[in-house]
Every structure is written in C-alpha cells, then in structure tokens.
C-alpha cells in the first residue's frame, strides 16, 4: 500500500480532521499493480492494459506536458483511450499533450470518450468566453498567477482541447485489453459528468462527484448543479463493494467500507440540505428566509472530506431554490427591480450622505454584522461610486469579511470587492 492510502485511511478512520493539500509536483504514484495517478490540480488516473494505457482526465493545458512526462517515465505503452470524466478544464485542459504524444511516437491516436453533454459544454463554453473570463479572472483573484488559463489567453476553451470522438448518454461499457471500463452517467457537479467502474480493479473513478470537500453543488457563478442525482450516485457507487476509488481531486481511499462510509455521509450531507430547502419552500418561505434557516450540523462539516472550505452549504440551498423554483426570490420588490444605483441614492440621501452610510456600515462592521454591513456599504459605493473615502471604508469592510469566510467561493469574491475599491481609494 502507497502513503497516498495511509493519508485517506487516518483522515476516514479518525472522522475529524484536514485533508492535507495535495502537492501539484507532477509525481507519479503507481497506486497498485499497473494503475497510477500523476499528482496535479486535477489528477490523471492510468490503467495498464494489453491494448495500451487509457487514462483518465487529462489535467490542466499547462499540466498535460508534464503529466505526459511523468508517465512515459513510467511506461512507453501507446495512449489508447482517454476518458474524460467531465468537461471541466481542469479535467480536459491537457489532452492535447496526449495527442501529441501519440503523434510523435508514431502511435495511432487515442479514442476519447465521455458524456454527450461534454461537446455541448464545450459549445456552450464558447457562447460565454467572456463571462467565463470574468469570473476565472475573479475566482482567482487572491492566486497570485491569477489564471488556471496560461499567459495571454483570451478563449476560455482552448483551442487545442481534444473533443470527444465517442459520446454516450446513460451508459457505457468498453473492454480494453482485458480491463472494462463502465462509465455511468450521474448528474452532479455538472450535467456531463461520468463516474467509472473497473470490475477487474474493483476500482471506482468518481471524477469531482467526491473531492474532498463540501460537494461543489452551489457555486454562485456557474451553471445548474444538481444535489439529488448526486446524492444518488454517491449511493450508487456506494453499492458497488470497489476496494479503490480514486477521485481526480485530493488522496485515493483503500477499503470497501471506508469508501461506503466517504460517500454515504457526503450523501446524507446533501440529501439533508436538500430536504430542508424543499421542506421551507414547500411551506411558501422566501429564499432568504431560507437561507438564513437551513444548515447543516457543523458536527457533519468538520469530516475531513465535508469541510467547506471550496463550496459551501449556504450556495448549495441558492442552486436547490434556483432548481425547483425559479430565480424569483419571494421578495416582490426584486421581481422588476429600480435600478440599484437610484435605490442607492435614496437610501443615502436619508441617511445623510454616502460617507454618513459608510461610516454606518463601518460601525456595524465593527459590531460583527458583516452581512448587514455590507449592504450598507454597497449603498454607500453606488450611491457616490468616486469617492475615496466610501471606497476605503468597503475595502476594509470586504478585507474583514473574506478572512471570516471559509469558502474559496466566497472569499474570491469578497477579495475582488476589497481590490476593487482599493484601487480607487488609493488612486492619486
Ligand atoms: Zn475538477
């Protein structure tokens, strides 16, 4: 047994603790006989067989060089499949190393398979390149490199990314040199994602529906993520007895019952903010009584694969309510809202003047409020959005607020709103 599987069985075993971050050093592990994962933002996953290796997920752009690297000191065996788990850059950014090895080896290329919904993320990635720019730009902004992209990138998906030549909708079963890979569908994290089972391995690949962390199923900026068909996958892949599974993010568990354990309390973890959401809006409730209603037992996020500390559970209740419901919020004021810079102004005018509202947020920053305060300084910015004084006052107040957030969702962005009026307070 590796050290990668000592990590998993103390953190599942003990139920409490941190995962350690994972090094993204490009080091290969060979986990057991002829199966290996290449250390990377998101991981590769490789399996030896007669007919060559097939390999799953293929990293960031910048991350397939070397994880190509890290394999062909490993083995010369040609690249004969590539399966993409979902269609997440991180997760497909690298193929094209992999084509390129094929192609300087003299070895036919590899067959790549995924969902069918991968092609049409892809198409979809391109109708939004900018809003996709701008918000990587923004989830990064507290990464010094500030980009997942590589320099000077203006497209999203890039265009080397190696699409798809086989797709498939519900399931999929191949047998490649005496393995058989059998990709289910599961909605989840996205609408194309795919968890693989590999009978001869006992071995589960569940891609970024197990990521050791509070499952990703809120995220403010992104498109529909789906709890329930999650929670059903988790106890899918619960059911199927594997001895391995090796997510594409974080540390590969050994053990039936510690993988049962990992992904029946992620389950019980969303089915229960499921419950509760669909219970409040059952009952009428708005989405911010809600919100500020449903939780989930701190008991239950401090397990070392629950900590929100990526996604958290309070974003996860918006994409329920934005699911079932609708975007209408049950505020009828937001239903055709003024614009926000004119209720700004009023709101301002009655509390005499931008800065006396921003020294009212300051002082409710200060009493703890930082939810409240932060209202009040977004009036305070909008209402006399050059000024130096309100913008000095809502760095701080966003400064204080991204320390006291545990989500890197959140923090992101509330560090982009401490950026953005630093950058004005401090213009000459
Ligand atoms: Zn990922």
């Known amino acids: 047994m590796t050290d990668l599987f000592a990590i998993s069985e103390r953190l599942i ?150 699409w798809p030549n086989i797709t498939f909708s519900d399931h999929f079963s191949i047998k490649i040199g005496g393995l058989t890979f059998i990709l289910h569908q599961a909605k989840g994290e996205t609408d194309d994602h795919a968890w693989v089972w590999i009978p001869e391995k006992k071995t589960i690949c569940p891609g970024d529906l197990f990521i050791w962390l509070f499952p990703n199923a809120g995220n403010p900026q992104k498109a529909q993520r789906y709890p329930v068909e999650w929670c059903q996958a988790l106890r899918q892949m619960a059911g199927m007895g594997a001895e391995y599974f090796i997510p594409s993010h974080g540390w590969p568990i050994q053990g039936a019952d510690r993988i049962r354990k990992a992904c029946l309390e992620t389950a019980e973890a969303l089915d229960h903010l499921v419950g509760d959401t669909l219970e409040m809006m059952n009952r009428g409730c708005t989405l911010n009584e809600i919100i500020h209603t449903v939780k989930v037992d701190p008991k239950v996020l401090s397990r070392p694969f629950l900590r929100p500390l990526y996604d958290e559970p309070e974003f996860v209740v918006h994409n329920i309510w934005r699911l079932y419901g609708g975007w209408y919020d049950g505020n009828p004021a937001n239903l055709k809202p003024a614009r926000e810079r004119d209720v700004a102004v009023e709101i301002a005018e009655l509390a005499g003047g ?75």
């Open 13 to 162: 075993d003990r139920g409490e603790g941190e995962a350690p971050p994972a090094p993204f050093d490009f080091t290969l592990t060979e986990l057991f006989e002829g199966v290996a994962r290449v250390n990377a933002f998101s991981l590769s996953i490789i399996f030896k067989t007669d007919e060559g290796l097939v390999v799953i997920d293929t990293g960031l752009k910048n991350g397939g060089p070397p994880i190509v690297e890290a394999i062909r000191r490993w083995s010369n065996d040609p690249f004969q499949t590539l399966i993409y788990t979902h269609g997440h850059l991180d997760h497909v950014g690298g193929s094209a190393a992999f084509l390129q090895d094929s192609k300087s080896n003299n070895h036919p290329p590899p067959m790549v398979i995924a969902h069918e919904n991968v092609p049409k993320r892809f198409e979809r990635y391109r109708l939004t390149n900018g809003y996709n720019m701008v918000i990587n730009l923004r989830q990064t902004s507290q990464n010094p490199n500030r980009t997942f992209l590589g320099e000077g990138n203006d497209l999203f998906l890039d265009q080397s990314v190696v």
């Open 354 to 428: 931008a800065e006396s509202l921003a020294s009212r947020a300051l002082k409710t920053a200060e009493k703890g409020n930082l939810r409240l305060a932060c209202h009040l300084i977004e009036m305070a910015a909008l209402a006399d959005p050059e000024n130096k004084k309100v913008h000095g006052i809502r760095g701080e107040i966003y400064q204080q607020r991204r320390k006291e957030e545990t989500s890197l969702m959140a923090r992101a962005i509330f560090n982009q709103a401490e950026m953005d009026s630093k950058k004005i307070s401090e213009e000459k």
